[in-house]
């Protein structure tokens, strides 16, 4: 998920900033801290609770949160959003798909100019929460900054329908974008999968898929920010990091429940497939080239690190970063030298292609 989510609650982050520091060495990088204690949403526009009896409940306060931050900076005018419906691969339900793009984007390339590259744009939320409307401010401004158009996925979320659903959606509209690109002046050969957080995750399961069932053109690169990769991610009461993850150990249960069923969510022989949780993947071979980045205070760190160092071992070109100093969705503190860099080494992996 983009955007602290205690960035509303300054009070614990700034507990956190000395907790087990001293044992340990850990600590919010300082310019972040500031940045991010001093954003905060509209008052009255984002309950204060951090304990859920549900995923509704996280649901919700994650999407009013998000919400009210994504408003705050400028929506580009030159980027306008357009939707196309379409039906789930089984018949069950029908998902809409979003361009975000400028005119010129939209128009035939001038004499001379090659087809255009195009994203396939995958949101956060946990497995369970979110949609393409609240991430619509960020994305517009991700198409300004990049000069790239998006394609946005409304897929299904859990536990209303659990894995694959949301793969199969974005799968779907992967297949659609591809085999009606050059109606769109778009090169099939230069399509990338885009996805942070949980849109990461099944970023990356959309990829696996494609490549499993022989998409051609194949992806031309993966963007994986953060991801939420493995659903036997486990850390003991007392893991150090505890006290500075924003994306917190129980939220990730409660998602991963939803996503894949708490029978076998984190059991090692459990059916589950690698669409799911692509850190269950078998092999990594085939795969389009790749970038990741996440926080070193990221409770996906781990998991990010060791699918990085597979996808190199398998023979994938991989670029990644892993930030210091920084949780889940640091870049919501807009301004800092880590966010800055972070946005324009993305900026970078994307206008490459």
Request: with cysteine; aromatic share 8%.
């Amino acid at each position: 998920m983009s955007g602290p989510q205690d960035s509303a609650l300054p009070g614990p982050l700034e507990a956190a900033k000395t907790a087990l520091q001293k044992k340990h060495g850990l600590r919010y990088d300082a310019e972040w801290l500031k940045i991010a204690s001093q954003a905060v949403p509209p008052e009255g526009t984002v309950p204060a609770k951090k304990e859920w009896k549900d995923v509704f409940e996280l649901r919700a306060f994650t999407e009013s949160l998000l919400g009210a931050l994504f408003k705050i900076p400028p929506y580009p005018e030159q980027v306008q959003e357009t939707k196309v419906e379409l039906d789930s691969p089984d018949g069950t339900h029908s998902f809409t798909v979003s361009r975000f793009a400028t005119a010129e984007q939209r128009a035939p390339p001038k004499e001379g100019e090659p087809l255009r590259s195009a994203v396939l744009n995958i949101h956060g939320g946990g497995m369970i929460c979110c949609t393409v409307e609240i991430f619509a401010p960020e994305i517009a401004r991700h198409v300004a900054a990049q000069g790239v158009q998006h394609f946005a996925v409304d897929y299904v979320r859990a536990p209303e329908y659990p894995a694959p659903a949301a793969v199969n959606d974005c799968y779907t509209a992967l297949e659609w974008l591809s085999a009606h690109a050059r109606e769109m002046h778009i090169d099939p050969e230069r399509i990338i999968v885009f996805g942070d957080s949980a849109g990461g995750g099944i970023a990356a399961g959309t990829v696996l898929m494609a490549r499993d069932k022989g998409l051609h053109p194949p992806v031309a690169k993966q963007i994986l920010v953060y991801p939420m990769l493995d659903d036997r991610t486990h850390y003991p009461d007392d893991w150090p990091m505890r006290s500075f993850v924003t994306w917190k150990a129980e939220d990730n249960v409660m998602g991963w429940n939803a996503y894949v069923g708490a029978d076998k969510r984190g059991k090692e022989d459990a059916d589950v497939s690698h669409y799911a949780a692509p850190a269950r993947a078998k092999s990594l071979e085939g795969l389009p080239s790749t970038y990741i980045d996440v926080g070193g205070l990221d409770l996906f760190r781990d998991e990010d690190i060791r699918y990085a160092q597979r996808l190199a071992e398998a023979n994938v070109e991989v670029e990644f970063h892993l930030y210091p100093g920084v949780p889940h969705g640091f870049e919501g503190a807009q301004g800092t030298w880590v966010a800055t860099k972070a946005v324009e080494n993305r900026i970078k992996a994307i206008q490459g292609v």
